[in-house]
């Protein structure tokens, strides 16, 4: 699978970040794309693991042999036996490798082995709670120096290594690692060496996600403030006068969907870019897949379609999706030919994705609606162009006739043609069913009549129950997608008024200031 040359690295020491997507290096995602393995700790998040390659194998630290302390060995073996076997490794850490995070003993053992390895930095824990919390960890007036510091073992055990009089004396910042188990004997043991009671104190959890969550007090409030709380293991504590430096309303929690839980509905494979929009705003965001895309079952139409084309016989080609502008093209180079074929055709688009799926291919659509981005809207604009013309609709195998039947009103000629099949998925998402059930999902986003409708089908009565009480939003791409949904029983939150992916998501954050502004 690796396009990497043949004399780099087999294993990669990869560092994941704190937990957000988006903080990942480029080096990393580079890697993952590459990796006929990824060896990945429990905390790395699963839109980050959809960076690498559909397959590649994952498997889960937690899935190895031993308890937590003891899996060591068994991670170096996989990590050797793989490489051994000619595979590239990708060993992904949440945060950075070398901190913390057991990378250096790793790397002993890949070199006692005698493979080569390169080990990618990831950002740690405390950089991100700084930024994402515009606490300072350094500051020309408060603090020149931070430490960081494991807190995973006793401060008070005799083995311990720390010398917790020199951190009490501190001049700057401690942030302190897998340390809320024992916050009370650290807390403790800072004060017994002569740090302040009153020092600025922050925990920290999940820094950087959607679902971060920070309390703040002083180092003789802090453990009383994590208990009220209710916030547990795993997470970060930073101790110093910059924490009472910070913002009082940081700029990652001003963002329109922070910590509010969002259902993303699209096929795995176009899914990532919506997500990721998602998550910058600061949604928590979920994936459900209830259709698949793959090529006809029968190519024989297409294949017929594909030579009329090259052969002049049609005027103009529609493309009702970016799924059918890739499959469409991707079957004519599976033939053996090329671009060329299409110089004298011209190409409709319904709507900007799939004019800019186009575009990757250097081909720039003739017609795109101005703003509504629909059958209907498709069928307004081209009408004045199709006149006595010849026209092949590109489309899937499911959809509706609309364009069909009006082009047929005053084209010469209409003819569609299925480049891709939407199949039901067979299998659906445990782990995002039990959240909906729970009422932990917020949003839906419903980008297709079909989808909506595979969707609404996988709900027992419990999410029903929890949908009709508003307790879950339903959020539609178009009001044809909304007609869909009211069909099946279930009322419709909000409609995009551009039907288009960024349209959907606006309606979601239009949707969620609407309710903040209610409570």
Not at 32 to 44: P, R, S
Not at 185 to 198: C, R
């Amino acid at each position: 699978m690796s396009d990497l040359h043949e004399t780099a690295p087999k294993v990669y020491l990869v560092g994941a970040g704190p937990g957000n997507p988006g903080l990942v290096t480029l080096r990393a995602a580079e890697l993952l794309a590459h990796a006929d393995l990824v060896l990945h700790d429990q905390l790395v998040p699963e839109n980050l693991l959809e960076l690498s390659s559909p397959l590649a194998t994952r498997i889960c630290v937690r899935d190895l042999p031993g308890q937590h302390p003891d899996k060591y060995p068994a991670i170096s073996k996989v990590l050797i036996e793989a490489a051994q076997a000619g595979k590239v490794v990708v060993r992904l850490k949440g945060g950075d490798p070398l901190i913390f995070g057991r990378g250096g003993e790793e790397a002993e053992a890949l070199r006692a082995a005698g493979l080569t390895f390169e080990i990618v930095p990831g950002v740690t824990a405390a950089l991100a709670a700084g930024a994402f919390l515009e606490i300072p960890l350094t500051h020309r007036s408060y603090s020149s120096a931070i430490a960081l510091v494991t807190g995973h073992e006793p401060p008070n055990k005799p083995s311990n290594k720390l010398d917790w009089k020199a951190l009490a004396a501190f001049p700057g910042t401690l942030a302190i690692y897998m340390g809320i188990a024992k916050l009370p004997a650290i807390v403790s043991e800072l004060i017994k060496h002569g740090k302040d009671t009153g020092t600025p104190a922050a925990i920290v959890e999940r820094a950087s996600c959607g679902e971060q969550r920070a309390i703040y007090g002083t180092l003789q409030t802090i453990e009383a403030t994590r208990k009220a709380a209710g916030i547990e293991a795993p997470g970060l504590v930073i101790i110093g006068e910059v924490v009472s430096h910070r913002s009082s309303s940081p700029w990652s929690e001003n963002r329109p969907l922070f910590g509010r839980r969002v259902l993303v509905t699209r096929p795995a494979h176009q899914a990532a870019g919506m997500i990721r929009k998602l998550e910058s705003l600061g949604a928590v965001v979920s994936r459900l897949s209830v259709i698949e895309i793959r090529e006809p079952a029968d190519l024989v139409a297409l294949d017929r379609s594909l030579e009329q084309v090259r052969e002049g016989n049609w005027d103009w080609l529609l493309f009702t999706s970016a799924n059918g502008v890739d499959a469409f093209l991707n079957r004519l180079e599976k033939m053996g030919r090329d671009l060329r074929d299409l110089g004298g055709i011209k190409l409709a688009a319904i709507g900007p994705k799939t004019a800019a799926a186009l575009r990757k291919y250097r081909l720039r659509a003739d017609v795109v609606p101005e703003s509504t981005f629909s059958s209907e809207g498709l069928a307004e604009a081209l009408e004045p162009h199709v006149v006595g013309k010849r026209v092949l609709l590109a489309r899937a195998n499911r959809g509706r006739e609309l364009l069909r039947d009006e082009l047929a009103k005053v084209a010469a000629r209409v003819e569609q043609v299925t480049v891709y099949d939407q199949v039901d998925s067979v299998s659906v998402s445990t782990g995002v069913m039990d959240a909906l059930r729970r009422g932990e999902i917020r949003y839906i986003a419903l980008p297709s009549s079909n989808i909506a409708r595979g969707v609404l089908g996988t709900f027992d009565e419990t999410i029903r129950g929890r949908v009709e009480r508003g307790e879950i939003r339903l959020v539609a791409i178009s009001p044809e997608t909304g007609k869909a949904i009211r069909e099946l029983g279930y009322a419709v939150a909000a409609e995009a008024e551009i039907f288009t992916e960024d349209g959907l998501i606006s309606a979601i954050v239009k949707l969620a200031q609407n309710e903040s502004h209610h409570r």
